[in-house]
């Protein structure tokens, strides 16, 4: 009896284990690869299968019933793991790889394809309960163990051995359900865990109100996009974008129909030029946008792109008002800027635009309307 105990224990110990450190070899999967067709299924498949195999392995419990060995262990909730984490392919995964190996450690014996159909069985029933990409709420979860305990029922009552050892297969019902129960219990912590960070990430790089990049965050990826271009021998823009008589519009209509504003310039200017690189807000009504294009013609081809989008966009505050708006542009390029000049220098045209009439575009090199 101590000895069931302890490997029953055992069992959830190392299943609790391999769960936290699979769910950081995942993120860093989802880090390396994104969120991928094929990246997060595999790895979550191969890491699960090969979970199974080491319990089957290392902390199953073996009787022998009517000259076929039966191998008792808490594979089944590395598949429903496989699912939960990786969705249908990755249980698939994990299933075939745990079958293949419950067959080949049983010698081909009845009780091997009983322990295969029983692999299957509950993957079939993972797949079909658990939706990839869904939370998985807590009443779905206890029904996937509630099926999966009916399937090692079922499996040892076919190999005749439901009755030869009840109080090892009353354990195990027990300890499985309290492994089922901990291991949602952790996997619900490391979801939430991660949700807290990426909202954290979210706030610390993003502005709060337009959801473009911070200046912190921009300076860094101007930072990243300058040694590239040195690195590869590019070309790249800056673009320093300001909305054109704005202390007029809260002044006339509030504060909050400018936030209205901004958010809607904020739109447009990332809808336009996220093909070809990033924007943020730099600062009440100032937005900066790098460029990854060729040349300096692409450059001013795409600031008038936003120039005209906005010129010609309806802003619909609250209220009901509806307003037209400008935006006046300044450009600067590398490499006929060095890098640490180039906000300068779009400054530099920034202004010059402003004082010659507003809504227009200036290129740094030549301080000419375009």
């Not at 594979?75 to 995964?93: D, H, K, N």
């Not at 807290?196 to 930072?223: G, I, Q």
């Not at 010609?312 to 490499?335: A, E, K």
Request: with cysteine.
């Amino acid at each position: 009896m101590h000895t069931i105990i302890q490997t029953l224990f055992n069992n959830l110990t190392f299943l609790t284990t391999a769960l936290f450190f699979g769910n950081l070899i995942l993120k860093l999967v989802d880090r390396k690869f994104g969120k991928t067709k094929w990246a997060t299924p595999l790895t979550g498949g191969l890491f699960s299968g090969l979970i199974g195999v080491a319990m089957m392995t290392y902390f199953s419990i073996n009787i022998h019933s009517g000259g076929n060995s039966l191998i008792v262990d808490f594979r089944q909730l590395a598949i429903l793991f496989s699912v939960y984490y990786g969705g249908g392919w990755a249980g698939l995964i994990a299933a075939a790889i745990m079958g293949v190996y419950r067959l080949f450690i049983g010698s081909f014996e009845f009780s091997s394809w009983i322990g295969l159909a029983n692999i299957m069985f509950t993957y079939i029933l993972a797949a079909t309960m658990m939706r990839y990409g869904k939370r998985v709420s807590l009443w779905v979860w206890v029904r996937a163990l509630v099926g999966a305990l009916l399937m090692y029922l079922i499996a040892i009552t076919i190999v005749g051995a439901l009755l030869r050892a009840y109080t090892l297969h009353a354990l195990f019902g027990l300890f499985f359900m309290m492994a089922g129960m901990f291991a949602y219990y952790i996997l619900w912590y490391l979801r939430r865990a991660d949700d807290n960070l990426v909202v954290m990430r979210d706030a610390a790089n993003h502005d709060f109100l337009t959801k473009l990049y911070n200046p912190r965050a921009f300076d860094r990826m101007f930072m990243l996009t300058t040694a590239q271009a040195e690195e590869r021998e590019e070309s790249f823009a800056l673009l320093v974008v300001d909305i054109d008589h704005f202390k007029h519009v809260n002044d006339q209509y509030g504060h909050l129909n400018g936030d209205i504003v901004l958010v809607q310039v904020a739109q447009l200017l990332n809808d336009t030029v996220r093909q070809h690189g990033y924007c943020a807000r730099k600062g009440g009504e100032e937005f900066a946008a790098i460029l990854n294009l060729s040349t300096q013609y692409d450059a001013l081809q795409m600031a008038e792109q936003v120039r005209e989008r906005i010129d010609q966009h309806v802003f619909r505050l609250d209220g009901g008002h509806q307003i037209h708006l400008t935006v006046s542009i300044g450009v600067s390029l590398y490499p006929q800027h060095v890098p640490h000049q180039m906000f300068h220098e779009a400054d530099k045209a920034l202004y010059y635009a402003k004082e010659h009439g507003r809504n227009r575009v200036c290129l740094s090199t030549d301080l000419k309307a375009v």
